[in-house]
């Protein structure tokens, strides 16, 4: 039986990330092209990812996601930074004869680099392929109660995973990628809807899994210089001012991704976990939505929904680049 549905296939679109050690350094440059982001960080960055074999998780994550999918449509995966690129997917899509497709992007908020960047993307890959189909990207989903009943539960298992005498005080701490203030500032059509839907998405699941319990937002994962402005505190910083105040646990809830990124499991596993070992904190970190049945059965919904419309030109604008 044929779908019903307004598309003929689903495009996952994702970030990408390197699948060997040979792989890190070019993905790298891919990432920051264009940008001026100075070698010595390139070099402390690929340090991270050798330090894992040169592996990032992402990319095997994506493959799980689409594995547990079950949508009645042909399923394509393209990346921004690495292979399967996006515009090699599209070239293969428009070989298959897909005519219109739906784009489900693995970042669930408004921002320049978690939204327009990604529609750029699209429509770049769209161009270098004459006849490509028609791609529509899906909403948003940060508030979806499939987003948010996945990141309770695993937020659930994080604190049950603390020692018992530590699960009563532990406070939750959301964190989300760090960006710069300007950008921050002009997210979605009227400004601040980067910080403001996570800090949604960090209510509803702090409701859902102990509504009287304290939480913050915070940041990791900043790249950019000094002299630039990016949102804050970061999450380490934020670990020694909550000792300072006498939080001696805490849950550390990754809001802001949806797999695990070298950022998660390198900022929060590694230099997180080191920070509150070194405080004598209790921390455990909650998994990322990755492929809980409910963040799976949320793109069969998303799919399901009428069409979104696609944001206006003048929504999460880029950001003015500084000469290197």
């Known amino acids: 039986m044929g779908s019903t549905l307004p598309y003929d296939a689903l495009l996952v679109v994702s970030f990408g990330g390197p699948e060997k050690p040979d792989d890190v350094m070019p993905f790298l440059e891919n990432v920051v092209r264009g940008r001026g982001v ?10 991270h990812y050798q330090g894992f074999g040169g592996v990032s998780p992402i990319n095997q994550q994506c493959r799980d996601l689409i594995e547990a999918l079950d949508v009645d449509l042909p399923v394509y995966w393209g990346n921004r930074n690495w292979h399967p690129f996006l ?9 298959d004869g897909v005519r219109k497709a739906a784009a489900f992007v693995t970042a669930a908020y408004s921002s320049y680099s ?10 770049r890959a769209r161009a270098a392929v004459p006849g490509a189909p028609e791609i529509v990207k899906l909403r948003h989903y940060y508030d979806h109660p499939g987003f948010i009943a996945a990141m309770a539960d695993h937020t659930r298992a994080a604190l049950e995973a603390l020692p018992p005498a530590d699960r009563d005080g532990a406070r939750f ?4 990628h760090s960006i710069p203030v300007s950008m921050a500032r002009t997210a979605g059509p009227a400004g601040g809807a980067y910080e403001a839907q996570l800090r949604k998405a960090a209510a509803l699941v702090t409701e859902q899994v102990d509504a009287g319990r304290s939480w ?20 380490c910083d934020h670990l020694e001012a909550l ?7 805490v849950v ?16 929060l596993d590694i ?24 963040f799976v059965s949320m793109v069969s919904e998303l799919l399901a929904e009428p069409e979104p419309v696609r944001c206006a030109a003048t929504c999460c604008p880029a950001p003015v680049r500084r000469p290197s």
């Open 216 to 235: 913050d937002l915070v940041w990791q994962s900043r790249s950019g210089p000094p002299s630039v402005p990016w949102l804050e505190p970061d999450v």
């Open 114 to 123: 978690s939204c327009r960047q990604y529609l750029d993307d699209i429509d």
């Open 243 to 249: 000792y300072e105040d006498g939080v001696r646990s």
């Open 87 to 95: 515009e090699d997917t599209v070239r293969q899509m428009k070989a």
């Open 38 to 47: 100075p070698r010595e960080r390139l070099l402390e960055v690929e340090a």
């Open 252 to 267: 550390v809830v990754p809001i802001g991704f949806v797999s695990d990124h070298m950022e998660v499991v390198y900022d």
């Open 173 to 176: 701490v959301f964190t989300a």
């Open 271 to 294: 230099e997180a976990a080191t920070m509150a070992d070194k405080l004598g904190m209790a921390l455990s970190r909650a998994a990322t939505a990755g492929t809980h049945p409910r």
